[in-house]
């Protein structure tokens, strides 16, 4: 069975399919375009990878306490698998206009850098270990983040869907 973000990467393929740059551009009005909403997602993942260095150069983790809100956000997105509508994106992981197409070509690779990132967290701080703080949803493990990104990259893949084919 594939792993979360090999289902994630695969997703992403097919969702952008062969669509044009111009294609990535359509947007309902007030909303993000695809070309948009892959930045934020590759943002995300850069974000992520950003976390996971610190976490290996300290050679600990840096997770904190779980309030009771990280619990209620944490179960429902990973326990339940939901991603919320209408949340705002936190300002670090907001489009920052980025073009389309160069997006296109990194955000596989900052997924493949998670990807053996978090596999070296669990490695070095074993599988059941809060790594580090997601902005929301507080400390994850290693698992967590992957099924965290899994469900926020369906949940804008269904966006993407729906622009490229307007």
């Known amino acids: 069975m594939k792993s979360y973000l090999e289902r994630l990467h695969a997703e992403l393929e097919s969702a952008l399919g062969d669509a044009s740059g111009e294609a990535l551009l359509k947007a309902p009005f007030g909303k993000w375009s695809s070309a948009q909403i892959l930045e934020h997602l590759y943002l995300t993942y850069k974000g992520t990878n950003k976390g996971i260095a610190k976490c ?3 050679g600990r983790p840096l997770a904190t306490k779980a ?3 990280h619990h209620v956000g944490k179960l429902v ?3 339940l698998g939901h991603m919320p509508r209408g949340a705002k994106a936190p300002e670090r992981s907001t489009p920052r206009g980025v073009l389309g197409e160069e997006v296109r070509g990194a955000i596989l690779a900052e997924m493949e850098k ?3 990132g978090l596999e070296e967290c669990e490695r070095r701080f ?3 270990t ?6 929301i949803l507080g400390p994850l493990t290693a698992k967590e983040w992957r099924k965290f990104h899994w469900v926020h990259g369906r949940h804008h893949l269904r966006q993407i869907r729906e ?3 307007m």
């Not at 809060?130 to 902005?135: F, G, N, Q, R, Y």
């Open 56 to 58: 290996l150069t300290d």
């Open 67 to 69: 309030s009771m809100k």
């Open 77 to 79: 997105v990973i326990g």
């Open 114 to 116: 998670m990807t053996a």
């Open 126 to 128: 074993g599988v059941r």
């Open 130 to 135: 809060k790594i580090m703080d997601h902005p």
């Open 163 to 165: 622009r490229v084919g």
